[in-house]
């Protein structure tokens, strides 16, 4: 998509991800690239404008990352966001100084001279702001157009060049112009609003077949989303020549593995070969107590399976994953290479070891725009927005050790989760929910009897991209309903407890 796109230059925002997504609303294909990016790597992108992210460094700081003069050389529109406005203003001649009165939070913007950036927009609204720097003057040649109390350059803009600037953060969604400011920003640089789902897929499709040729492909199907949509994407362009392995590893909720091998798979007409493995993975996960080496036996164990199903295929020349946009961004750190947030990869050491090519058509989409793609291919609306499941499944939701009886109580308490959410519709409006089964045991009374049995938790979140979430501020009415059915209906439990706590300090798994 040459010149039809923003380049993001990442300074290590938390919200950098945000700005890419707004612009991604508005119609326009973006792309994040880490501040130590060469002239080179920005080139090679042919950007249409570009906008540089705020960032918790002070310019000029050591260590704080600097302004490549190439973003300017290439002559295109540029907006800067807070430390992204600074790093202009410093570059560009004006003068930055320590607020005295820091802003974090709301504060009321006041538009003092027209602008295309702010066309439209109201004088006065509340935006966002997070800084303990300023701009003092602006560049020669850049007028100021907005101010808070607190702030008098607030906002600045070289209508000649097509260089703005902001002190404030348009791209979250408590910045009541922010949107219309981006679209603005859009507009003066001639970009079009051409990025959606359904011109995805018709550039992928062509992509995918360019990519495979003749080739042969093959794709671990987890069931959830992202495999899905790759599957089913990859199916429609290279039909026989794609090959799904699903690995039942026993870990499933119930009737997970049905839904992929009777309902995803024949509907899409995939090549789907279903490996029964529940015996392998549950004998290799007896006795062990600890989370993390339950994660890696899953792994080293999920790998050995497929590998061995994948050698029954003959020549395989590519390995299709479900990796998506966040997963390359995590990969990469804003302040330089040294630095590594983790590695993405879905199917842990595959790549390497099989010596198999990638192919990852979704890997520059975001989760919202993965279930867009699912609409565009005809996947049902329930699976479409189905919630985010564990690589590691039900393993990671039994604390301690796993066994049958325990998977078989916590598949059956979960289950009634799933129900009541989709029925009393909860389960659209939060991140995530499920039952956790707990490591202990509980006196009880249950038909004039004593009872020993035990304790499951339910979790549910409020989230954005799981980053960090909020516990679901769920009906009392509603969490009764589960707490009942859940111990009237789920074999060897007698209590139910709800879990408050926010991510950070907690994960919204247990393990």
Not at 168 to 184: D, M, Q, R, T
Not at 196 to 205: G, I, K, P, T, W
Request: charged fraction near 25%; charge should be negative.
């Amino acid at each position: 998509m040459p010149r039809n796109k923003v380049l993001i230059i990442d300074y290590g925002s938390q919200v950098t991800q945000l700005i890419a997504r707004r612009v991604r609303e508005a119609g326009v294909y973006s792309e994040i690239l880490p501040s130590w990016a060469t002239a080179e790597e920005i080139r090679e992108r042919d950007p249409g404008a570009l906008i540089l992210s705020g960032g918790p460094c002070s310019v000029g700081q050591a260590g704080a990352p600097d302004f490549n003069p190439a973003l300017l050389e290439l002559g295109v529109p540029v907006l800067g966001i807070c430390y992204g406005l600074q790093l202009l203003a410093h570059q560009l001649g004006g003068s930055l100084a320590h607020s005295e009165d820091r802003e974090y939070g709301p504060a009321e913007l006041e538009l003092t001279a027209p602008s295309p950036l702010f066309e439209g927009l109201a004088v006065k609204s509340r935006v966002w702001m997070s800084h303990g720097d300023k701009v003092e003057t602006a560049p020669a040649g850049f007028t100021v157009l907005a101010r808070t109390k607190n702030v008098q350059v607030a906002a600045v803009g070289d209508e000649l060049r097509r260089i703005y600037g902001v002190q404030f953060h348009p791209e979250v969604h408590h910045s009541e112009i922010g949107a219309g400011l981006i679209k603005n920003f859009l507009g003066l640089a001639g970009l079009r609003a051409d990025w959606n789902m359904a011109s995805f897929v018709e550039s992928s499709l062509a992509g995918i077949r360019k990519q495979v040729g003749g080739g042969q492909v093959i794709c671990a199907l987890s069931g959830g989303v992202d495999s899905t949509v790759v599957a089913v994407l990859l199916n429609r362009a290279i039909g026989a020549k794609l090959h799904c392995i699903f690995v039942d590893h026993g870990l499933l909720r119930q009737d997970e593995a049905a839904e992929v091998r009777d309902r995803i798979a024949p509907h899409h007409k995939l090549n789907l070969t279903v490996v029964e493995a529940s015996e392998l993975f549950l004998g290799r996960l007896a006795g062990v107590e600890n989370p993390e080496e339950k994660r890696k036996i899953i792994g080293r164990t999920f790998i050995e399976v497929f590998e061995k199903e994948a050698a029954k295929l003959g020549r395989v020349d590519f390995l299709a994953q479900g990796t998506i946009y966040p997963d390359v961004i995590e990969s990469v750190s804003p302040l330089g290479p040294s630095v590594m947030i983790k590695s993405h990869h879905n199917v842990g050491g595959l790549p390497e070891k099989m010596n198999l090519a990638l192919v990852e058509p979704l890997r520059e989409l975001f989760k919202d725009e993965v279930r867009g793609v699912a609409a565009e291919l005809g996947l049902p609306e329930e699976f479409i927005w189905r919630q985010p499941f564990p690589g590691p499944g039900l393993a990671i939701r039994i604390i301690g050790a796993v066994d049958r009886e325990k998977l078989e109580t916590l598949r059956r308490a979960d289950a009634i989760v799933q129900e009541e959410l989709k029925a009393s519709g909860w389960y659209r409006k939060i991140w995530q929910g499920f039952a956790v089964l707990l490591p202990l045991k509980t006196v009880g009374v249950m038909g004039d009897g004593r009872t020993y049995e035990n304790v499951v938790a339910i979790r549910a979140v409020n989230s954005v991209d799981a980053m960090t979430a909020d516990w679901s501020r769920l009906p009392y009415d509603f969490l009764e309903i589960l707490s009942r059915r859940i111990i009237n209906e789920v074999n060897g439990v007698n209590r139910v407890v709800y879990d408050i706590s926010p991510k950070p300090p907690g994960t919204i798994e247990w393990e």
